[in-house]
């Protein structure tokens, strides 16, 4: 019998169900599974195959501090992205007494009355400006007053020639504007002027004559390291929009980092001046700015390769049925994983962090119930965040959106756009599409969120399946891209993911296309794995030819009362083009470490910030600390064990489904994975 009917033959017998007990993982010995049974379960969202089922794991705790987790981005040229410096100091200007301010505008004034244009220059302003107009400039200049030329000037070679004359014959201490009558207005030059921005640019070279503080020429965009502890990248977009006083989307990234770790990415920012930006450093609590870089082009989102995370699990425990050690446990599960990669699935991240999961939302979204969409996301919950709980009992009870959202949290910022909106309908019962206007009011990436959420179950629970039908084997109907394909894509949004956040999903699409293998291809070994990809559901994808995987997509959606061949929608934002994800995704320099400590709060790595520290010390001939030059410190021994690891992930994977792959646990979102029973 073929692969492929067998495969058929188990999906009829299971009729399409997935039960995590029959994956064939024995979880009583192997899995840890977390204390909390009220949380989201993976086996809910699609996540219920291993690839390495038959390895025992090891429990432990995953960021029980931030400072355990670290991110440093990796940039399109592959470059892992680090804080080098803290940007530069600029020399403090020294601020003069009132005395010394009097006597220098004293000295001033006097050198002006006294100085005398020379005379060539004078001749030739005279040639062109006439005697009386030359007068008068001379008394600007002396008395501080303002005047315009009698003559115009239609000529723009002319007009030129007369704006470089008076900087050169004045100093450039005068300022010439042209009216749009083309005659001139001069003025003494203030310090917002044109020619005291260029004596800027003059103060602003280095000692070997670059410009910028040694940066050199100033192009359309700054790019910049940035350093954050504890904190998200929109945190941070929100923090530096607010001291410069510009609009948040001014400062563009290439993609979104965890809150809840210490990260290093690239950012951008335009109409800013340097100077200006690096200053911020002085005020800024848990962020650093450096590696600035004068840039022709902004980032996006999307423009890197993924990212390096440097991990540290602590308080780890072996099963004590098992007969493994833990170094042993590791080597076999890092080789598994370097070998044959893991499973990767959309991480628990992606469904939220409340009761009520984001793809149950988006499913309702999906289906144009907005009325039942909205009370989910008002709705009470088990968990959810604690300021809200009162405000979701008032709607639960009265549905009254002024008294509910008097006491929701501005935190909460979908539960108070619809409030506001039904505040503003004034209905004590509104339609299914007043609902819809609610809707629209949460911001765009969020309500999309909801409805791609619910495009990553309908792919984890395809995946799974796929996993257990077929294992690791490629067979006929699988998709692989299609490199020869290279037109614009019609579609909005490219739907990968970022390694640990969601934002970074709704980036600039990038046309891609999916073609399926022939048996001939299969038999010649021409692909792997890891060349396979499955299409989230969508208008604008193409699904395996395989029978018993394109059937996958037709019981999972046909469940929930969709037709994955009819993805489009009324509504342009739930109207869903899809995109393609790879089954497997293998790390890059995947290493471990086992280290030991004494006290929980003793720390396991270093970062950027501590390592540039005590390495500038210790180049300055200061006092630094030598263990905190290096990554990671030397083992001072101890009764706790604490495993590190560092690895490399493209865009499109989750650190925490490779530690689930490593750990065999059950990756719960209340804590991020910090509860973990053995």
């Not at 619809?418 to 609610?438: H, M, S, V």
């Not at 490629?474 to 020869?484: F, K, N, P, T």
């Amino acid at each position: 019998m073929s692969q492929e009917k067998v495969a058929k033959r188990i999906l009829e017998e299971s009729d399409g169900q997935q039960d995590p007990k029959s994956s064939g993982i024995d979880h009583s010995s192997k899995r840890f599974k977390p204390a909390t049974p009220e949380n989201l379960q993976e086996a809910d969202v699609g996540i219920t195959h291993f690839l390495s089922e038959k390895l025992p794991g090891f429990g432990g705790q995953i960021k029980q501090r931030y400072t355990d987790f670290l991110v440093n981005e990796i940039d399109k040229e592959g470059n892992v992205v680090h804080l080098v410096d803290r940007g530069f100091n600029m020399p403090k200007p020294k601020k003069p007494s009132k005395e010394e301010a009097a006597l220098e505008q004293e000295a001033e004034a006097k050198r002006r009355s006294e100085f005398k244009v020379d005379h060539a220059l004078r001749a030739e302003l005279v040639g062109l400006l006439g005697e009386e107009d030359v007068a008068k400039i001379e008394d600007v200049y002396r008395n501080g007053k303002k005047m315009e030329t009698s003559k115009t000037f239609d000529e723009k070679a002319t007009r030129t020639k007369i704006h470089q004359l008076l900087r050169a014959a004045f100093n450039n201490q005068l300022e010439s504007v042209t009216s749009d009558e083309n005659t001139f207005h001069i003025a003494l030059a203030n310090r917002n002027s044109r020619v005291n921005k260029r004596d800027l640019v003059e103060r602003n070279k280095d000692q070997n004559g670059v410009e910028n503080w040694g940066y050199g020429p100033a192009q359309n965009f700054i790019h910049f390291t940035t350093y954050k502890e504890n904190k998200d990248t929109m945190d941070v977009a929100n923090v530096l929009s607010k001291f410069l006083r510009i609009p948040s989307r001014m400062i563009r990234y290439a993609g979104t980092k965890d809150r809840r770790a210490i990260t290093c990415q690239r950012m951008c920012i335009s109409k800013i001046s340097l100077e200006r930006l690096n200053a911020l450093n002085k005020g800024l609590k848990g962020i650093v700015l450096g590696g600035y870089k004068f840039e022709p082009e902004s980032l996006n989102l999307g423009d890197l390769e993924g990212n390096e995370f440097t991990i540290a699990i602590r308080d780890v425990k072996v099963a004590s049925n098992s007969t493994l050690s833990l170094e042993k446990i590791l080597e076999e599960g890092c080789t598994s994983l370097r070998e044959n990669g893991f499973i990767n699935y959309y991480g628990m991240q992606r469904f939220g962090t409340f009761s009520v999961s984001t793809h149950e939302i988006g499913k309702e979204l999906l289906l144009e119930n907005w009325q039942n969409a909205a009370n989910l996301i008002l709705a009470e919950q088990e968990n959810v965040l604690p300021k809200s709980a009162e405000a979701r009992k008032i709607w639960a009870e009265t549905k009254d959106p002024i008294a509910a959202l008097k006491k929701m949290p501005r935190q909460c910022v979908a539960e108070c756009a619809i409030l506001n909106a039904l505040a503003e309908l004034g209905k004590e019962d509104p339609t299914n599409e007043e609902y819809f206007f609610c809707i629209s009011k949460i911001p765009r990436n969020l309500r999309t969120m909801y409805a791609h959420a619910y495009q990553s179950y309908v792919w984890n629970t395809v995946a799974s399946k796929r996993i257990e039908l077929f294992g690791l084997n490629i067979v006929a109907g699988d998709l692989i891209l299609d490199e020869s394909v290279s037109d614009p894509l019609s579609q909005e949004n490219d739907e990968e993911g970022d390694s640990e956040n969601f934002t970074e999903d709704l980036r600039d699409a990038k046309y891609v296309r999916a073609r399926p293998v022939s048996q001939e291809e299969v038999d010649s070994g021409t692909y792997k794995i890891d060349d396979v990809v499955l299409p989230t559901p969508g208008f604008d994808i193409v699904y395996p030819t395989n029978e018993v995987l394109r059937q996958l997509y037709i019981d999972t959606l046909a469940k929930d009362g969709m037709d994955p061949f009819d993805m489009r929608r009324k509504s342009r934002d739930f109207s869903l083009a899809g995109s393609y994800r790879n089954v497997i995704h293998k790390p890059k320099d995947l290493e471990f470490k086992v280290v030991h400590y004494t006290t929980a709060t003793q720390q396991l790595i270093n970062t950027d910030l501590e390592i540039l520290n005590s390495q500038r010390a210790k180049a300055n001939g200061q006092k630094y600390m030598k263990e905190k030059l290096t990554r990671f410190p030397d083992d001072k021994g101890g009764e706790n064990t604490a495993v590190l690891l560092t690895f490399k992930l493209g865009v499109s994977a989750y650190a925490t489904m490779l530690l689930r792959e490593l750990m065999k646990i059950e990756t719960s979102r209340r804590g991020d994975m910090c509860e973990v029973s053995l």
